[in-house]
């Protein structure tokens, strides 16, 4: 009984937080009580044992062991504070997640992510599914954030109790409308660690609770729901389920599956995409000036185009290039092309500069020949003149 009431007490000792220091899982945790007395005179020292022990003297007693049990507990939390801007059809578009082991024993975690009705934000309404499959892998740690050439692995391998590893959502985005709103959710399924290598789902406790089923590993590990198993309290190494219910309003995903009860061997945390209009925007305007200085558009007149690159987004433009063809029954103004106010050559002449008039478009590379980001909440002005035919 008093073995029973210890154990207990070191399980609810240990679910109080990760700030504990935990007993390693399978570790031997035994003692020997020592009683000294005096008996008809003689001074008698005697030790314990789990069954009695009536002979006195050092040496003859046994300990009362047992042996600390795995326990399970861990947790999913979005590092996406807000939503993730995106554009419509957009590839490779990521949501980030940290999954921290707050257990006892290095523990192996088969991962995957969901679509779910509700978004993280209560601000806004999911409204639209990224394109299937989406695929999860975990950080590598050779270099921050998601890595195509590095960050490969599909589940977490070997993560010590205490410890933290990035884990992303990697997806495309399907022809949507600015505003959209996809919420996305990343779900853990404890695992066997050990040893190197996708450990076996753990889908059961030896206290009655299980796991849900679930496809994991982006989509190549099919794990069963779980089978309740109950054991009688003993002395031998339990798995014991201790992760905590989720208290976020995205708890529960589409399918109905409550992902963040507590004590079912997974945990799990949403973020959520925005599609944002397209980054780059271009204003044309155009002036007429006739060969009288009025602004009649008659055989002769001047078409003054100006074209403003104006750029939005939260990422730099690569490879922006701006091409407009000549309009039909004009003909372009030589040396009238100019960027930023600065007159471009009507030849292909880079270095020189990157504009060049094709003989039916006008052309200008802000990206240099592919060797400049243009960068946010710029404006760029490209100007030239047509003659009315």
Do not use: C, W
Not at 38 to 43: A, E, K, L, N
Not at 244 to 251: K, M, R, S, T, Y
Request: net charge negative.
């Amino acid at each position: 009984m008093h073995e029973f009431l210890f154990r207990t007490l070191l399980v609810l000792i240990l679910s109080l937080g990760s700030s504990q220091i935990f007993a390693a899982a399978g570790d031997v945790i035994d003692n020997i009580a020592i009683v000294n007395y005096i008996y008809q005179g003689v001074p008698l020292t005697q030790e314990s044992s789990p069954f009695g022990n009536p002979q006195p003297g050092i040496g003859n007693g046994a300990s009362t062991s047992f042996i600390e049990d795995r326990l399970i507990n861990f947790s999913i939390a979005s590092n996406d504070a807000t939503l993730v801007p995106v554009t419509s059809a957009q590839t490779a578009t990521v949501l980030t997640f940290t999954v921290t082991n707050n257990g006892n024993a290095t523990q192996d975690f088969l991962l995957t992510a969901v679509n779910t009705a509700t978004s993280p934000f209560a601000s806004t309404i999911d409204n639209f599914d990224p394109l299937s499959p989406m695929r999860v892998f975990v950080e590598d740690g050779t270099t921050s954030g998601y890595q195509l050439a590095e960050d490969k692995l599909t589940f977490i391998d070997e993560l010590s109790a205490g410890a933290s590893v990035m884990v992303y959502i990697v997806t495309d985005m399907p022809v949507v409308l600015p505003g959209d709103v996809a919420a996305v959710s990343l779900i853990a399924q404890i695992a066997s660690g050990g040893a190197v290598g996708e450990g076996l789902a753990i889908t059961n406790d030896d206290n009655g609770n299980i796991s849900p089923a679930g496809i994991y590993g982006n989509g190549a590990t099919s794990v069963t729901v779980g089978v309740a198993t109950t054991l009688p309290n003993s002395a031998a190494m339990e798995t014991v389920f201790n992760d905590p219910a989720g208290l976020n309003i995205e708890d529960v995903d589409s399918t109905g599956l409550a992902q963040d009860i507590a004590s079912n061997g997974q945990a799990s945390d949403s973020a959520a995409f925005q599609v944002q209009g397209s980054p780059v925007e271009l204003i044309k305007s155009f002036t007429v000036i006739d060969s009288s200085g009025g602004s009649d558009p008659r055989p002769g007149s001047t078409l003054h185009y100006q074209i403003n690159v104006v750029i939005g987004g939260a990422s730099n433009i690569n490879n922006l290039i701006i091409t407009d063809q000549i309009p039909a029954n004009t003909t372009f103004t030589p040396a009238s092309l100019s960027l930023n106010g600065v007159v471009q050559t009507d030849a292909s002449d880079a270095p020189i500069d990157y504009s060049e008039f094709n003989g039916s478009n006008i052309v200008v590379d802000l990206s240099q020949g592919g060797t400049v980001s243009v960068v946010p909440a710029t404006t760029n002005l490209i100007v030239f003149d047509v003659t009315i035919n």
